[in-house]
Structures are given as structure tokens and as C-alpha cells.
């Protein structure tokens, strides 16, 4: 009887170490997928930020020159050569970059993960909707705010890539009260698997007092997530 108790017992503790070993991998998985978009967002920051003072030092360099540029496009003006001074206008255009930036919000982590997954729906031939109501102060981390779209714009964008056509992403986030709503719709083949994405951004929103809900249709899915701001 007492081998019998000894041995129950020992099943159950490796029956309960089991559990807290699934626990554990499942938890490692979530962290590590954090911790690679972390590093993605660190990369978009650096490359937002190099574009930016690449533009800085453009026009500051256009800045300095302004001057010589009124004066001889007064001079050609003088002349009467108006075809002469269209092809000066053109030379100076040329010299100001295009900016290859998009203004989402006042957020520049959060706008430079928008324009990279912009960049990246224009490439895959994917339509890119994002309509953004985000106030400019908010309890939740850049980061987890960040990991959240990133999981979820990552998960639209992997779906939209199984199709031949009708690619489609549409990003809403605003808010009302103290909560901060986020909806991402997509097309998608109408098959549904969990991944690490959705349980990770359930854990985040769960983490903020929020939560998160899906619905679909045989070739749309959406899902909302609900946090308190």
C-alpha cells in the first residue's frame, strides 16, 4: 500500500512538472518572438532616423544655397528666358529628396513601424488602409504598444501572402474613455491556426486590464484588441 501511495505520488509531481515545463516553453516562445520584433523595431528606428538626418542635411546644404538660387533665377528672369529658367526650377527640384516617409502619428516609433509594414504591403502588391486616432500621452509602453501592432500587422501580412489576389490590410486604432481600440482586418484563405503572434498580443492586451476578440468570414479575418490607455 505504501509503494502504491509512493508511487501515485511521484506521478503526480511529474504530471505537475510536466505542466509548468509546457508553461514554461510556451512563455520562452512568446518572449523570444518579443524579442525579435524588439530588434525590428530597434533596426526601423535606426533607418527612420538615418533618413531623417540624411533629409536634415539636404536641406540645410539648400538652406545655405538659397540666396544664390533667388539671385540667378532673378537673373534669368531679367533675360526674358522663361524655358531656361523651367529648366533651373527642374535642377533645383532634383536636388530635394523625396522624403520615403509617412505620417501615421506623432509617435515616431509607432510611425516607423507603420512605414516599414507600409513598405513592405507596396512590394507584396498588398492594399495598406491605417486610420490612427492615438493620443500623445498614454500609460502603455512604447515597446508593448509596438509589439502589439507589430504581432498583429506580422499575422496579416503572413495571411495576405497565401493569396493570389484581393490582398488586403486595413489598420483603425482610436480611442475613448481611458481604452485604447485596435482593429486589424484581413483577407486571408478562411484558415484559422494559432501562432505565437496572437497568443503573444492576448498576454500584452491581458497584461493592460484588455482583451482581445476575433471574428471571420470565409476570406476576412479580424481581430480587435482593447487595452486601457
Known amino acids: 500500500m505504501k509503494l502504491i501511495l509512493i508511487v501515485i505520488a511521484i506521478i503526480v509531481v511529474l504530471a505537475i512538472l510536466a505542466f509548468f515545463i509546457r508553461r514554461l516553453n510556451k512563455t520562452i516562445k512568446i518572449y523570444k518572438a518579443e524579442a525579435e520584433f524588439a530588434r525590428c523595431i530597434i533596426s526601423d528606428e535606426r533607418a527612420h532616423y538615418q533618413k531623417m ?17 533667388l539671385k540667378k533665377i532673378d537673373e534669368l528672369l531679367q533675360t526674358g528666358d522663361i524655358e531656361k529658367t523651367k529648366l533651373y526650377l527642374t535642377e533645383i527640384k532634383k536636388r530635394i529628396p523625396e522624403s520615403g516617409l509617412h ?46 501592432l507589430c504581432n498583429l500587422l506580422e499575422n496579416a501580412l503572413e495571411a495576405c501572402k497565401k493569396l493570389e489576389k484581393g490582398r488586403e490590410i486595413d489598420l483603425a486604432i482610436k480611442t475613448g474613455g481611458q481604452r485604447i481600440a485596435i482593429k486589424v482586418e484581413n483577407s486571408f484563405d478562411g484558415v484559422v491556426s494559432e501562432n505565437a503572434n ?4 492576448k498576454a500584452i492586451a491581458e ?8 471574428e471571420r468570414t470565409e476570406s476576412v479575418f479580424t481581430i480587435y484588441v482593447m487595452v486601457n490607455a
Open 103 to 148: 505620417y501615421y502619428c506623432t509617435d515616431h516609433a509607432v510611425n516607423s513601424l507603420l512605414t516599414s509594414y507600409a513598405k513592405d504591403c507596396e512590394k507584396l502588391n498588398i492594399e495598406y488602409n491605417i486610420k490612427i486616432a492615438l493620443p500623445n500621452q498614454f500609460s502603455i509602453p512604447r515597446y508593448d504598444t509596438c509589439i502589439i
Open 53 to 69: 538626418t540624411e533629409m536634415y542635411e539636404t536641406l540645410s546644404s539648400l538652406r545655405h544655397d538659397f540666396k544664390y538660387y
Open 207 to 214: 497584461r493592460y486590464g484588455g482583451h482581445i476578440s476575433i
Open 198 to 201: 496572437l497568443r503573444s498580443v
